[in-house]
């Protein structure tokens, strides 16, 4: 008894001091912070319900980190499965509503279709220009990845690294061309 209630003193210890160290480890993999917080929240909400199972086979933070690393790959494989819902969508779901209606998204007159193509294009200049600032490696990654359409592990064994390693230089990839382009488009205003 006098156990279970030392570890749940650790663990209130832990999630009153320690919580930044938390939320910056999670929001470096996530790079979100709303996200990061969710994460977190329910790292300690799992961890509090499971502490009388904890074996002490390590500290009470590592444990927590086990965790929250195991949250933070659960919400890359739901968004990974999210995207794979919509690439499955037909072309039907895409463009008509249940109901038989055009998507108002597909519907442009002439003047909004061409202003449409100029945005898009302008847009994909900043993106070609921007993917040309990313490091080699993360080049290769995301050329393989979104561009040729490989699978995760296939990346692997072209790039000769790791599964995390992959999702790393997606995520960091994904940051570094979205601050490029934002500063892009602040420069063209």
């Known amino acids: 008894m006098n156990e279970i209630l030392d570890i749940k003193q650790q663990f209130k210890n832990i999630v009153q001091t320690r919580y930044k160290k938390f ?25 509090y319900q499971k502490l009388n199972t904890f074996k002490e086979q390590s500290a009470v933070e590592t444990w927590l980190f086990g965790i929250l690393n195991n949250k933070i790959l659960e919400y890359y494989r739901k968004q990974t499965n999210e995207q794979k819902h919509i690439e499955h969508q037909t072309e039907e779901e895409i463009l008509f509503h249940k109901n038989g209606k055009w998507k108002k998204e597909w519907l442009y007159n ?6 449409h193509r100029d945005e898009q ?26 561009f040729a359409n490989k699978k995760t592990n296939e990346v692997c064994k072209l790039c000769g690294i ?28």
């Open 23 to 47: 939320f910056l480890h999670a929001c470096i993999h996530v790079g979100c912070k709303e996200t990061a917080k969710d994460l977190i929240q329910d790292t300690f909400l799992t961890a």
């Open 121 to 146: 294009n302008k847009l994909i200049q900043i993106l070609k220009k921007c993917f040309l600032h990313l490091n080699e490696q993360y080049q290769k990654v995301f050329s393989l990845r979104f």
């Open 162 to 189: 790791t599964e995390d390693n992959v999702w790393q230089i997606i995520h960091r990839g994904k940051l570094q061309l979205k601050i490029c382009i934002q500063s892009q488009l602040k420069n063209k205003n």
């Open 110 to 115: 002439e003047i909004e279709e061409k202003e």
